[in-house]
C-alpha cells in the first residue's frame, strides 16, 4: 500500500509539473501587465494625455477673405452623415466614418483637420489620429456650427442652463480630494506596447463616440466618478457638478485617481476636451463618457466666456 501511494503522488507531481509548463507557454500576458505595458510605451514615446491636449483645437477663420489659406494649410476630413456632407461642406474636404478615420487619414499629406457637427465627435477621431502617428491632427472648434450659421442647429439647440437650481449643481468652490484606484483590465490578443495600443485604438473607434446627457449625470451623480477638467479658480467662480472630483491636468502619473469601477464622466466648458480626454481614457480600458456640451448645456446663462455663439460671418461651403 505505501508503494501504491508512491506511485500515486510521483504521478501526480508529473501531472502539475506537465500543466504548469503548458500553462506557462500557452497563457496571454495578464490583463494588468496588459495595462503596464500599454502605458510604459505611451510615456515613452511622447503619447501621454498632455500631449494630446497639446495644439489640437483650431477656430474657423474670421474673415472670408482668408478662408483658401485656412483651407489650403490642412487635409480635411469631415465626419458628418453623408447627406449633410453632401448637403454643404468645406472646399476639399472628405467624408469619413469616425470607425474609419484611420483609413482615410492614411493618404493624407498635410496637418489634418477632422470636421463634425460640434466638435465632439472629430476630438475622438483626433485622439485616435494623434496615438496613431499623425501627431498634428486638429479638431475644428465648434465643428460645421462655428463654420456656417446655416449649420448651427446642433450647437444653439444644445445650450442652455440644466445645472441652475438643480440642487446637484454645488455652488461650493470644494471639489473631492483625489483617491487612489486600481487600473482597468485590458483583454487583448498583442503583447507589446505597439500592438496593444493598435488594438485599443480600434476598439474605441468601433464603440462610436461616448457620450452621457447632463440629466442623467445630474440626476444620479453617485453613479458616475466625475471629473472637472477645469482649472480651480472656474471651479472657484461657477462652482461644479455635486461629488465631481477636479483632476486636471491627468496624466498617466496620476491616472489611477480615476475609478475603474464606475463610469468616468469627464466635462469641460464645451465638450470637446473632454471628448479628447474621454477617447484617451476608453483607450486606456476605462469605461469613460464625456458630458456632452460641456457647461454650455448646464449653465449657460452665468458663463462669462468659453461660450458657443452663433457666427456671425458665414464662411462657404460646396454641394456635391
Known amino acids: 500500500m505505501k508503494k501504491l501511494f508512491q506511485i500515486l503522488f510521483l504521478i501526480a507531481i508529473v501531472n502539475i509539473v506537465f500543466i504548469t509548463s503548458c500553462k506557462e507557454s500557452t497563457d496571454p500576458v495578464?490583463?494588468?501587465?496588459?495595462?503596464?505595458?500599454?502605458?510604459?510605451?505611451?510615456?515613452?514615446?511622447?503619447?501621454?494625455?498632455?500631449?494630446?491636449?497639446?495644439?489640437?483645437?483650431?477656430?474657423?477663420?474670421?474673415?472670408?477673405?482668408?478662408?483658401?489659406?485656412?483651407?489650403?494649410?490642412?487635409?480635411i476630413i469631415d465626419l458628418r452623415i453623408p447627406a449633410d456632407y453632401d448637403g454643404g461642406?468645406?472646399?476639399?474636404?472628405?467624408?469619413?466614418?469616425?470607425?474609419d478615420i484611420l483609413t482615410t487619414a492614411s493618404g493624407t499629406t498635410k496637418p489634418i483637420l477632422v470636421v463634425c457637427y460640434t466638435g465632439q465627435t472629430a476630438s475622438h477621431a483626433v485622439i485616435a489620429l494623434r496615438l496613431s502617428g499623425h501627431s498634428d491632427a486638429k479638431v475644428l472648434k465648434w465643428g460645421?456650427?462655428?463654420?456656417?450659421?446655416?449649420?448651427?442647429?446642433?450647437?444653439?439647440?444644445?445650450?442652455?442652463?440644466?445645472?441652475?437650481?438643480?440642487?446637484?449643481?454645488?455652488?461650493?468652490?470644494?471639489?473631492?480630494?483625489?483617491?487612489?484606484?486600481?487600473?482597468?483590465?485590458?483583454?487583448?490578443?498583442?503583447?507589446?506596447?505597439?500592438?496593444?495600443?493598435?488594438e485599443q485604438v480600434k476598439n474605441m473607434l468601433s464603440g462610436g463616440f461616448q457620450g452621457v446627457e447632463n440629466g442623467d449625470v445630474l440626476e444620479t451623480p453617485a453613479n458616475y466618478h466625475i471629473n472637472n477638467y477645469w482649472a480651480?479658480?472656474?471651479?472657484?467662480?461657477?462652482?461644479?457638478?455635486?461629488?465631481?472630483?477636479?483632476?486636471?491636468?491627468?496624466?498617466?502619473?496620476?491616472?489611477?485617481?480615476?475609478?475603474?469601477?464606475?463610469?468616468?464622466?469627464?466635462?469641460?466648458?464645451?465638450?470637446?476636451?473632454?471628448?479628447?480626454?474621454?477617447?484617451?481614457?476608453?483607450?486606456?480600458?476605462?469605461?469613460?463618457?464625456?458630458?456632452?456640451f460641456g457647461t454650455n448645456g448646464m449653465i449657460y446663462s452665468?458663463?462669462?466666456?468659453?461660450?458657443?455663439?452663433?457666427?456671425t460671418v458665414d464662411l462657404p461651403v460646396v454641394q456635391n
Open 30 to 75: 495578464a490583463p494588468n501587465d496588459n495595462f503596464v505595458t500599454l502605458t510604459n510605451y505611451m510615456s515613452s514615446n511622447n503619447l501621454d494625455l498632455p500631449d494630446m491636449l497639446s495644439g489640437w483645437i483650431v477656430a474657423a477663420p474670421l474673415d472670408v477673405n482668408d478662408v483658401q489659406a485656412f483651407i489650403d494649410s490642412y487635409d
Open 232 to 292: 480651480k479658480e472656474d471651479v472657484d467662480t461657477y462652482g461644479h457638478i455635486a461629488s465631481a472630483y477636479r483632476t486636471s491636468p491627468l496624466s498617466i502619473s496620476n491616472i489611477t485617481a480615476m475609478d475603474p469601477s464606475k463610469p468616468v464622466v469627464t466635462y469641460c466648458w464645451t465638450g470637446q476636451t473632454s471628448s479628447m480626454v474621454t477617447a484617451y481614457l476608453s483607450v486606456l480600458g476605462y469605461n469613460a463618457k464625456s458630458l456632452k
Open 302 to 311: 452665468n458663463l462669462k466666456e468659453h461660450k458657443f455663439t452663433v457666427p
Open 144 to 198: 460645421m456650427s462655428g463654420w456656417n450659421s446655416t449649420f448651427s442647429g446642433p450647437w444653439s439647440s444644445n445650450t442652455g442652463d440644466a445645472a441652475i437650481g438643480d440642487p446637484n449643481w454645488s455652488a461650493t468652490n470644494t471639489t473631492q480630494a483625489d483617491e487612489t484606484y486600481g487600473t482597468p483590465t485590458l483583454s487583448v490578443s498583442a503583447t507589446d506596447g505597439a500592438g496593444i495600443l493598435a
Open 89 to 99: 461642406h468645406i472646399q476639399g474636404a472628405v467624408h469619413s466614418f469616425l470607425a
